[in-house]
């Protein structure tokens, strides 16, 4: 633990670092292990997108034209497990820190020489994972929630994964017990809990729903490992276990996961929306407690996931009730933005937009998700196109779209840059259009009895697995146009004042030059 | 200040570690928690005989076929059930002998897995003799019958007209004890 | 940890950190009334109280069931 104190404080006076390839790899710096969170998330982004192009270029058209079956299974495992556990996740912990120290006007995060470490766990569990393709046997084609008996009976591939997801714990694990750390213990003098903006809000409830349920996950892959390679059997009937089993444990973790992929965002949105309204958050109190209200129902709900699993009435209408009333504090959330937009004098630049976006197609999101959550129409659409087009409504337009804005309306701060105004609108205009085209029409797929995870499809789905697929195309190819403006701001954008948003009341705005020095608030700021 | 700060920070992330490591544990502990809630609220009641309770009233209105099915997985045994079907009336006791016979030359030790179709007719299936109960052990080319005795309840939905009763033999690893002892 | 009002931490009646664990299981709470919690409730007993709300929750759930079953 002394490694820990001599870090802490060795390193606020330390402004040698060593330059090149190796301020990277051994820097300790919030603000460079941020931008290194952001561009491996990005990277990953385009790793999962690419397979997402794959699944999307297979089902064009009825029939097997591109990806053999197995190959298939593979991608939509892929997919899942990268877009999941190595864009969204580790983006999300990029926005922490950078922003944190930033927000509650602390040096740096508590441990930094751990967030180093957590951050470079990252790159060797991708590797991992996306070398698992070339295995004998090819990657996990189980499903990106791994199931038995898929995920017993698979090959190497499946071991591969088992150590990947092994990894990305841990490094969830670091990283949460660091923003934790840093948001209880390094707050500026007169910070207190409840003047703390809201993104750090949600991150703190986030990061503790993180060492909640990540361990579970450890544990339940580990069970997985042993079922495979030790002759236990948690998972196997012939040995009295029993597959059932896994899914209740694998959604004891993956219910709560879904809100940790979600209450940052609503705290990137809750940072935007007053901004570019001019106006403080609406309920910021009633904020607060609706996102812990969220964290501790998110742990009672799992089982509406396995509503066809097998379970008695009285388990499907508990789990179906408490799903529902869920509604209730994301309702509440969802009117205190709209009232806070209410009569301010806004403005549309990029970040409100995708903050906007946000809104609008999360609430259909959160819709569907109601509409999944009553029993009956649940034993309908179980496994069918329209969970998939629920999911991305909260995924994609929910989570994606809150981490453009974040990145819009923080890119100014981090690199001292303007983004290209006029591209980023284009970039969310094309985005919100092709998003709509290509999940929209899912939904009808969904309703009219499409599966999930089948390659093939009956010809009555012909139609709209071709708009889906031409508006996934587009909505890929829109990413890059983000990757170009994000290069375009860093090299050559317009050198940007110290607040460009003029409604922006966080310390990171009036208390830090633009861009943010390499160390800041070496002196706490003192918050009235 | 920073040296108080420090030694907070240290305290937090053991506290953390801590709550971390309960947390592994606990997923661990979901596991015989499951079966006892399994047990206790009688879900998943597949390997225990279940009581008679009342005496249950034989339905001679009605036929129900019950077609018997016998699997093996990964085991050299050859295995199934001495009649393919039986006519029954729902609220009849039946009793149906099932043969395996080891084709190896080792001891080997196996568990059955019974399997229903329709998925709800464990709820109307009661079974006060199986040779699922247990584990079975049979010496290299030993043959045995055994018998299952069983009653369809009358509550069994009118429009069923056919059921399955499937058994699959697993092998069980040499000194693991059987499913439920 | 951080202390800046310490003067009154912990002297919260049991019905105010219920009516608080209440209020954020709606999700809506009152500015002064937040500010007044904020003041009076120590972390541990936000928490131990929210355990206690999640377990009355569930158990009210539950029971809305078997009336839905009975």
């Known amino acids: 633990m002394a490694a820990v104190h001599g870090d802490v404080h060795g390193h606020e006076h330390d402004d040698h670092h060593p330059s090149g390839i190796m301020r990277w790899i051994t820097t300790t710096n919030h603000k460079d292990i941020g931008t290194m969170y952001l561009w491996f998330s ?61 927000m509650i006007g602390a040096p740096d995060m508590a441990f930094a020489r751990m967030n ?24 996990a084609a189980g499903g990106w929630t ?45 910070m207190t809990l409840m003047k703390m903006p809201l993104f750090v809000w949600t991150w703190l409830i986030t990061a503790y729903l993180l060492v909640l349920v990540m361990p579970v996950l450890a544990g339940v892959v580990t069970m997985l490992l042993t079922d495979r390679h030790f002759g236990t059997s948690f998972f196997n009937a012939a040995g009295g276990g029993d597959p059932v089993m896994f899914q209740h444990i694998f959604w004891f973790f993956g219910h709560p996961e879904v809100y940790i992929m979600i209450l940052p965002s609503f705290g990137i949105v809750s940072e ?106 649940d034993i309908q659409v179980q496994d069918t196109y329209y969970v998939i087009a629920h999911f991305h409504y909260v995924l ?39 998003f709509n085209l290509t999940f929209f029409v899912q939904h009808f797929l969904g309703l009219a009895g499409m599966p999930r995870r089948i390659p093939d499809y009956n010809l009555q789905f012909a139609d709209f697995n071709m708009i889906s697929s031409i508006g996934a195309f587009g909505f890929g190819s829109t990413q890059l146009l983000f990757l170009y403006i994000m290069i375009n701001c860093i090299r050559s954008g317009e050198k940007a004042p110290q607040k460009p948003w003029d409604g922006a009341t966080t310390l990171e705005w009036t208390h830090l030059p633009t861009p943010a020095p390499y160390h800041s608030f070496e002196k706490p700021p003192v918050v009235n | 200040m920073v040296e108080n700060k420090s030694i907070a920070n240290v305290l937090m992330l053991k506290k953390l570690l801590i709550f971390t490591l309960i947390m592994f544990v606990f997923g661990f502990a979901l596991v015989p928690f499951y079966e006892k809630f399994c047990e206790v609220t009688g879900i998943n009641n597949l390997l225990r005989p279940d009581i008679q309770a009342k005496e249950i009233q034989v339905d001679e209105s ?74 079975q052990t049979l010496k290299p080319n030993e043959t045995r019958q055994m018998p299952v005795q069983f009653v369809i309840e009358p509550e069994l939905p009118a429009d069923i007209q056919t059921v399955t009763i499937s058994y699959t033999f697993f092998e069980l690893a040499a000194g693991v004890s059987a499913v439920n002892k | 940890m951080h202390n800046q009002d310490t003067q009154k931490k912990g002297s919260a009646s049991i019905w105010q950190i219920a009516k608080a664990v209440m209020f954020a299981f709606m999700g809506i709470r009152k500015k002064s009334d937040l500010e007044n919690d904020a003041a009076t409730l120590t972390p541990a007993q936000v928490i131990i109280g929210g355990i206690i709300g999640a377990v009355l929750f569930v158990l009210g759930v539950m029971f809305v069931v078997r009336l839905v079953v009975s």
Not at chain 1, 81 to 96: E, K
Not at chain 1, 152 to 160: F, H, I
Request: charged letters at 10%; a positive charge.
């Open chain 1, 42 to 102: 990005f990277a990953m982004f385009l790793v999962g997108g690419t397979l997402a192009m794959g699944i999307r270029a297979e089902l064009y058209q009825p029939g097997i034209q591109i990806l053999e079956p197995e190959l298939f299974n593979q991608f939509t495992t892929l997919h899942g497990l990268i877009m999941v556990f190595g864009a969204i996740m580790p983006a999300f912990v990029g926005f922490a820190n950078w922003q944190v120290p930033l």
């Open chain 1, 116 to 139: 180093n470490w957590s951050f470079w766990l990252l790159p060797v569990a991708a590797t991992l994972l996306v070398s698992s393709f070339f295995v004998p046997g090819g990657a």
């Open chain 1, 146 to 190: 791994f199931y038995p008996p898929l995920s017993t009976q698979g090959g190497l591939g499946v071991d591969l994964m088992i150590f990947s997801v092994h990894i990305l714990g841990a490094s969830s694990i670091m990283g949460s017990i660091n923003i934790i750390t840093t948001i209880l213990n390094m707050r500026a003098p007169g």
């Open chain 1, 272 to 377: 935007v929306i007053p901004t570019f309204s001019r106006k403080p958050l609406f309920g910021y109190s009633s904020m607060v407690y609706a996102t812990a209200s969220i964290a501790i129902l998110s742990c009672v709900v799992w089982a509406h996931h396995m509503f066809t699993a097998g379970m008695p009435t009285v388990g499907q209408l508990f789990f179906m009730y408490a799903t529902m009333l869920i509604a209730v504090p994301t309702g509440v959330k969802v009117f205190n933005w709209t009232a806070t937009m209410w009569r301010g004098s806004m403005s549309f630049e990029t970040p409100m937009l995708f903050a906007i976006g946000f809104i609008f197609l999360f609430v259909i999101g959160g819709f569907s998700g109601v509409i999944c959550a009553i029993v009956p129409i």
């Open chain 1, 396 to 434: 994609v337009s929910g989570s994606l779209f809150a981490l453009f804005a974040g990145a819009y309306y923080w890119i100014p701060k981090w690199t001292g840059r303007m983004y290209n105004e006029t591209l980023g609108k284009w970039h969310f205009w094309l985005s919100m259009f092709f």
């Open chain 2, 62 to 135: 009605r036929w129900i076929m019950v077609e018997f099915d016998a699997n093996t997985r990964g085991l050299p045994w050859q295995f199934k059930p001495l009649q393919t079907n039986a006519r029954i009336h729902p609220g009849e006791p039946v009793s149906v002998m099932y043969e395996i016979t080891n084709n190896s030359d080792r001891e080997i030790n196996g568990q059955a897995i019974p399997s229903y179709s329709p998925r709800f007719l464990d709820k109307y299936l009661k079974k006060f003799e199986c040779f699922c109960f247990t584990k």
